[in-house]
Nanobody, 125 residues
Framework: QVRLVESGGGLAQDGESLTLSCAEP????????MAWFRQAPGAERHLVAA????????VYADSVKGRFTIPKDNAKNTVYLQMNSLKPEDTAVYYC??????????????????WGQGTQVTVSS
C-alpha cells in the first residue's frame, strides 16, 4: 500500500511562488511515477505535471509549462511541485498521485492507483 502525504498549499498573490510536497513514507517510492493533478471548483480534475520513477521523463500541462517544475527526490521519498509566476487561474485543490506507469498517468484513464488527500492553493489578483 502506498500512502501519500501532501503539504505546502496556501495563499499566494499573483506572480508569487509556492512549493507543494508529497511524501511517501514507505519503501516503494523509487518504483513509482508521480504526478500532480488539480481540480478547480466545478471543474474536472486535470493533470498538471508528471515525472517517471527515475526522474528521467517529465510531462507538463501546456498551462503550466515554463512556470512549474516537478522534481523527484528518491532519497527523501518526496516529490515536489514548484510553482512560479502563479496566476489566479492556478487556484485549485492540488492532488499528488502515484502509479507504476507514467504512461498510465498521462493517458488519463484509468486513473492512477494512489492519491493524496489534496491541498488547497489559492492565488489572488
Amino acid at each position: 500500500q502506498v500512502r501519500l502525504v501532501e503539504s505546502g498549499g496556501g495563499l499566494a498573490q499573483d506572480g508569487e511562488s509556492l512549493t507543494l510536497s508529497c511524501a511517501e513514507p514507505g519503501r516503494a517510492f523509487p518504483l513509482y511515477a508521480m504526478a500532480w493533478f488539480r481540480q478547480a471548483p466545478g471543474a474536472e480534475r486535470h493533470l498538471v505535471a508528471a515525472i517517471s520513477s527515475s526522474g528521467g521523463r517529465t510531462v507538463y500541462a501546456d498551462s503550466v509549462k515554463g512556470r512549474f517544475t516537478i522534481p523527484k527526490d528518491n532519497a527523501k521519498n518526496t516529490v515536489y511541485l514548484q510553482m512560479n509566476s502563479l496566476k489566479p487561474e492556478d487556484t485549485a485543490v492540488y492532488y499528488c498521485a502515484a502509479d507504476r506507469s507514467i504512461i498510465k498517468i498521462t493517458a488519463g484513464q484509468p486513473k492512477p492507483d494512489y492519491w493524496g488527500q489534496g491541498t488547497q492553493v489559492t492565488v489572488s489578483s
